[in-house]
């Protein structure tokens, strides 16, 4: 089973970045997550939402 949210950790792997920008990236993503009024965990983003809005697709 697939894990449904991203570390810092996994995100730099993916997008082959520094653990620092993965940091921002999760930082920005939350603040939008946040907005819509969704719940955030702080270092931490949803897999899904990730990848579609670093790739403008779904993840399955």
Do not use: H, P, W
């Not at 009024?37 to 790739?55: C, H, K, N, P």
């Amino acid at each position: 089973m697939t894990r449904q949210i991203l570390t810092a950790k996994d995100i730099s792997e993916i997008c082959g970045i520094s653990e620092s920008k993965a940091y921002q990236i999760i930082r920005k993503l939350n603040e939008e997550l946040e907005k819509a009024g969704y719940l955030t965990f702080r270092g931490r983003v949803s897999r899904a939402f990730f990848y579609e809005r670093m790739y403008g697709m779904k993840n399955d």
